[in-house]
T-cell receptor, first 108, second 114 residues
Framework: KQEVTQIPAALSVPEGENLVLNCSFT??????LQWFRQDPGKGLTSLLLIQSSQREQTSGRLNASLDKSSGRSTLYIAASQPGDSATYLCAVSPQFYFGTGTSLTVIP | GAVVSQHPSRVICKSGTSVKIECRSLDFQATTMFWYRQFPKKSLMLMATSNEGSKATYEQGVEKDKFLINHASLTLSTLTVTSAHPEDSSFYIC??????????FGPGTRLLVL
């Protein structure tokens, strides 16, 4: 069974700092990988979707990379803001197994 | 973008009763839907994969007789928690996958069993 791990589990940074969240998966036979954010008590908001044939995707201050062969993905957040505070989850398809999540706090 | 709805958004029930949660894809047909549960401050745990017109595939450790899943149409899947107990209290989220493999998530249903 696919296992998805995210490091770190929690992260606290001052506003304006660039940061990297990590996601690793054990089975490289994936269709795609998706990054989400979840605010407390809320559902999921999709951030970026990377197809298995792609290496990276960018949206605004977010950049996600994918290295299928090593079973890794990173989410880079530039110039972090307090509004970025949330839990970030990665998930790999086809079954969409979710990672353990990274709780991010951006301090004003 | 595509929209997935869940109903109800919150439900409180007595122990021993059954609760049905609906998941609908509003503007697209979903051949596959997924059901997850999430415990407080934990990640989402995949419970089962539901394909339209066939039996759901349950993940290891998930009781299929307790969590009944029906995917009767290309836009509707239901999860019924039978004989609910307090330990079934959780946040349940569904998702629907398009033909293009993109997955869209519902807003979740918070279940509290007293």
């Amino acid at each position: 069974k696919q296992e998805v791990t995210q490091i770190p589990a929690a992260l606290s940074v001052p506003e304006g700092e660039n940061l990297v969240l990590n996601c690793s998966f054990t089975d490289s036979a994936i269709y795609n990988l998706q990054w989400f954010r979840q605010d407390p008590g809320k559902g999921l908001t999709s951030l970026l979707l990377i197809q298995s044939s792609q290496r990276e995707q960018t949206s605004g201050r977010l950049n996600a990379s994918l290295d299928k062969s090593s079973g890794r993905s990173t989410l880079y957040i530039a110039a972090s803001q307090p509004g970025d505070s949330a839990t970030y989850l990665c998930a790999v398809s086809p079954q969409f197994y979710f990672g353990t999540g990274t709780s991010l706090t951006v301090i004003p | 973008g595509a929209v997935v709805s869940q109903h109800p958004s919150r439900v409180i029930c007595k122990s021993g009763t059954s609760v049905k949660i609906e998941c609908r894809s509003l503007d697209f047909q979903a051949t596959t839907m997924f059901w997850y549960r999430q415990f407080p401050k934990k990640s989402l745990m995949l419970m089962a994969t539901s394909n339209e017109g066939s039996k759901a595939t349950y993940e290891q450790g998930v009781e299929k007789d307790k969590f009944l899943i029906n995917h009767a149409s290309l836009t509707l899947s239901t999860l019924t928690v039978t004989s609910a107990h307090p330990e079934d209290s959780s946040f349940y989220i569904c998702s629907a996958r398009t033909m293009g493999e993109t997955q869209y998530f519902g807003p979740g249903t918070r279940l509290l069993v007293l």
